[in-house]
């Protein structure tokens, strides 16, 4: 792409090195002017680019060049199929490489705590592994085509409310488990060109500014080795974001932070070799944006389009379906709902994209069936300009009004074979910079929906909703597609699972509850004083519901087909890396081809650690012609087995047996095998509050503490060789009280140090 070579840290002045740590516009990381050195450009993500036409304005607000909507990720993340996201990712890659976009900027792996995120649309899930897996796709899809990606937002960033400064308050264990095993994992497996660190605090510290987090995690442990840049006004002390390892501010400080970085160098309270380091990381990125070979010419907007309605036809969730889908082309269809002509299908905020195209349900299902009415049963607020993210709430209007359109509505679905009605959020509930307040769907678009209940007896509900909404309805109509937000071509995907051209093989990746009050997180989301403590620990999602046995509208892993599928008895076996190999066979039995999604889901019943009742740990999508029958083989890694031992600050595998339960949903398990795992060895640290029964089963001073304290008035009092309740949860420290003296007590620590 560029001809300059990119010196290295050591050529470049104190001035230099600092001007390179933040950005030079809202977009662009600076070059080196002097030395030839090109600006390069970043822009958003996550799911098509976003690269503002002409010059940027201080926001990033105004227009963008026209590029290809693909399903955000609440409706990729449906697919559970990480090829369907890797194709995603190289589109927008080639988009990317086209318009001369070094890095975009995704995708989001946070996990979706609250049901009431505002961002949830933007990610893929309740669950890290299958955020993990999905977002790993479209990374590596992205960078198959010499174009970067940025994984964000790091760390813990669950809640749109005050969120540049609220503290996530989360427990060690809670925090390595859930929010940041989708970080480790896209991390370990594709290595993002960068990092994109959050706006918020963990444990009150800024995620900008923690060494912690920064290097310790992301680099020692994990072996990053690309950039980390903060989101866009994240950074808040750049001094202590360069020790932390936060090498890139975002965007233009308008040369203040980088004038505080060369006094601190100068006054000697910032170690020179620091700046070395993070100016090092932007020049090796500029160079590696340097490498990608020149593209010309534009894309194929329309092979991108049929990639974007693949993908979305692969991502509706078939809810529910008494046999009235699929449709037929010959049946009198009543649309209804205001969405089918005028469709929700990307979410607010910076993903905002400016689609080539848009279809619109209505014209695709005209294009297949030739009696189709429709009305528009309920008015759609105004999307706010640009953007959104206001959060203004358009006046609603008159009820004469609704009244009229819900009486039309009533006519037509009376007149019609089917009622096809269509529902969803507006705009202004949902966006990136504001929080929801309830799940519930519009009242006025409830009201239609009874009233067509009550014209028609086949009702078909399609639901365009960034998160999750309640679902009263569900029992009383005859089938349920969600279809999230589909992107630009959600329109005729919806219409391809309608009529069946595309048989529905999408999953839930979150639970849908019954009611709000129901879900983890309601009674601490999200939070007050700027701090929101993560109560719910481990957890979070389906384990919550699971451990607590909450009925649920729809489980997590849930969705149907209009074929059906027998899962076989799974094996399991240690496989030769220490994780687990899974077998088990999966036939189509029904009369049409289509995809099952196998789940695998691991517990540990004898578990010395609070563990959650089953956790994802593999699943596969298989396509299967009518009939066909195949063995798949799942495979858990051994990583994924681990849990975060808080007492050694270690990932350990427990010994012993673990289960592994298969099946099609969460709740809908078919069968379970029981596999032993060789464990790692857990060497726990002997201090005086270690108590005797740990001490007794200590690898290294076990035996001789048994030997020692057996011959005191305490081995005398309490058995050393048989368990004993009392005389084991004692603390060492507190043994001289019973007849032990301090000089064992310190020989047993110092045996085990
Ligand atoms: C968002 C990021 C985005 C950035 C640049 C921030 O407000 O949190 O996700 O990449 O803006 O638009």
Known sequence: MSDTTVPDVSELTLDEKAALTSGL????????????????????????LRKQAGEADHLGLNASVPATCFPPAVALGSSWDPEVTARVGAAIGREAAIEDVAVVLGPGVNIKRSLLGGRNFEYFSEDPFIASTMGSGIVRGIQSQGVGTSLKHFAANNQETDRMRASSEVDARTLREIYLRAFQGVVEDEQPWTVMCS??????????????????????????????????????????????????????????????????????????????????????????????????????????????????ARSIVLLKNDGVLPLSASQSIAVIGEFAAKPRFQGGGSSHINPTRVDAALDAIREVASEVSYSAGYVVPEAPEGIGMSGAKAPKPAQSVLDALRDEAVAAAKAADVAVVFLGLPDEDESEGFDREHIDLPAEQLAVLDAVIEANERVVVVLSNGSVVALPFAERVSGVLETWLL??????????????????????????????????????????????????????????????????????????????????????????????????????????????????????????????????????????????????????????????????????????????????????????????????????????????????????????AREALGKTAFGELFSVDEPNPMGDSLPLGRLVSFGVDQAIVDRIIAGAA
Not at 598 to 613: I, T
Not at 676 to 681: F, H, I, P
């Open 25 to 48: 516009d809202f977009w662009h990381l600076k070059g080196v002017e002097r030395l030839g050195v090109e600006p390069i450009m970043v822009t958003d993500g996550p799911h098509g």
């Open 487 to 704: 992107g630009q071509a959600g329109g005729s995907a919806t219409a391809d699972v309608l009529f069946g051209a595309v048989n529905p093989s999408g999953r839930l990746t979150e639970t849908i509850p019954f009611r709000l009050e129901d879900s983890p997180a309601f009674t601490s989301f999200p939070g007050e004083a700027s701090r929101v403590h993560y109560g719910e620990g481990l957890f979070v999602g389906y384990r919550w519901y699971d451990a607590r046995a909450i009925d649920v509208r729809f489980p997590f892993g849930f969705g149907l087909s209009y074929t059906t599928f027998e899962i076989g008895a799974p094996t399991a076996v240690a496989d030769a890396d220490g994780g687990i190999a899974v077998t088990v066979s999966v036939t189509n039995t029904g009369d049409v081809a289509g995809r099952e999604v196998v789940q695998a889901y691991v517990s540990v019943p004898e578990s010395s650690v609070v563990r959650v009742p089953r956790e994802l740990k593999a699943f596969a999508s298989v396509e299967l012609q009518p009939g066909e029958s195949r063995e798949v083989v799942l495979s858990i890694r051994r990583r994924d087995l681990a849990y975060w031992e808080v007492r050694t600050g270690a990932w350990v595998v427990e010994d012993g047996a673990y289960r592994v339960e298969v099946g099609s949903s969460s709740r809908d398990l078919v069968g379970a095998a029981d596999v032993a795992v060789a464990g790692d060895e857990l060497v726990l640290p002997v201090t005086r509050d270690s108590v005797v029964s740990e001490v007794l089963a200590h690898p290294v001073v076990g035996d001789l």
């Open 199 to 312: 706006y918020n605090r963990i444990n009150g510290v800024y995620a900008s500014e923690d060494p912690w987090l920064l290097t310790h995690v992301l680099r020692t442990e994990w072996g990053f080795e690309g950039l980390v840049m903060s989101d866009w006004g994240a950074s808040n002390i750049r001094t202590e974001g360069v020790k932390a390892g936060m090498d890139l501010e975002m965007p233009a400080s308008g040369g203040l932070t980088d004038a505080q970085l060369v006094a601190a160098v100068k006054d000697g309270s910032l170690d020179e070799e620091y700046l070395d380091i993070v100016a090092q990381r932007a020049l090796d990125l500029i160079r590696k944006a340097g490498e990608r070979p020149a593209v010309s010419g534009g894309f194929d907007a329309d092979e991108h389009h049929a990639i974007a309605r693949e993908a979305a």
